[in-house]
């Protein structure tokens, strides 16, 4: 698919007022709304990957290895395993088992919780459910922080792993409290590696471990993820016809083959239906469903308050 710049409409910040109160009427008389998020959704949360949460938690990796955010240092070339699991145990729990500072997906869910609705997303961080979406209507495509694969793989299965995941951050020196915030006791410096008998292991063929999130040709799709996938199917075809709201929040350039640009073509050819994106600056859409769009420049936390 090839657009060029001419082809695209975006809404003015000057009419950002009127979008809202049009996406809320929307909204109100849908039969049923399509979600599709990305990784704005939960920076709006505040689940941002560099500045004062990097820099609380992962110190000692910037100054050794000279990278700047959590992203980034998923790809480094760490000098052993041990290091590649305490930068990945801290990861896992700040992005997965802590939750995010603002309500975002709270707010979300209020506005959505009597539609009949379904999500895909490509975001890792489980805030969905932890928010109180159904997981029946829940469609994690990349996988998902709190779960662990073989990084062979030799099967298709995959394993949660909160509780490894804890003992790894306390072999570093961290604590954990009753609201699952990961905590430096004060005067600890915490260790930048594990000891070498908690690396992950395989069960079955005693590789090691891996997480499950779709970097290569190696990313497990478990009977989780398929019976998902044909939830997320099955509900599409169900609504063709009706009044359907596909609402595009945070979705950036990545992979815009699997939220962005099937919502364009759903919402060109679904007669009944209404394509809306908020996304602060990257809010657009083709000319051919322009007179069908909702395009608002703004932050999602801001513009799900004033829907609301």
Not at 70 to 99: H, K, T
Not at 114 to 129: A, G, M, P
Not at 240 to 259: A, H, K, M, Y
Not at 296 to 303: A, G
Request: aromatic share 12%; glycine share 6%.
């Amino acid at each position: 698919m090839i657009f060029h710049r001419n082809s695209f409409s975006q809404t003015d910040s000057a009419d950002t007022q009127t979008s809202i109160e049009n996406l809320k009427h929307v909204l109100d008389r849908a039969d049923a709304v399509v979600i599709g998020a990305g990784a704005g959704l939960s920076a709006s949360a505040g689940f941002h990957y560099g500045g004062e949460r990097f820099q609380k938690y992962f110190q000692d990796f910037e100054e050794k290895y000279h990278f700047h955010d959590m992203y980034s240092g998923m790809f480094v070339q760490y000098d052993s395993p041990e290091e590649i699991w305490a930068f990945w145990s801290r990861s896992i729990w700040l992005n997965r088992y802590m939750d995010p500072p603002k309500p975002v997906y709270q707010l979300l869910l209020e506005l959505i919780r009597e539609k009949d609705y379904f999500v895909i997303t490509t975001n890792i961080d489980h805030c969905f459910q932890k928010a109180g979406f159904n997981k029946e209507r829940l469609f994690y495509t990349q996988g998902e922080y709190g779960l662990w694969q073989c990084s062979v793989p030799c099967h298709n299965r995959t394993y949660d792993n909160k509780e490894p995941v804890m003992e790894l951050l306390r072999v570093q020196g961290y604590e954990i409290n009753q609201e699952d915030n990961l905590i430096i006791p004060q005067n600890t410096v915490p260790k930048m590696r594990i000891p070498t008998e908690l690396i992950p292991k395989c069960p079955e063929c005693g590789m090691p471990m891996n997480m499950n999130l779709r970097n290569d040709d190696t990313f497990v799709e478990d009977e989780g993820w398929h019976r998902a996938k044909s939830r997320y199917q099955d509900f599409l075809k169900q609504h063709q016809e009706d009044s359907v709201l596909f609402l595009e929040l945070g979705v950036g350039w990545n992979t815009p083959i699997i939220i962005k640009y099937p919502f364009w073509r759903m919402a060109a050819s679904w007669p009944h239906s209404v394509y809306a994106c908020i996304n602060r600056g990257q809010a657009l859409a083709p000319e051919n469903i322009e007179n069908r769009s909702i395009c608002i420049n703004d932050d999602i936390m801001t513009s799900l308050l004033q829907l609301k």
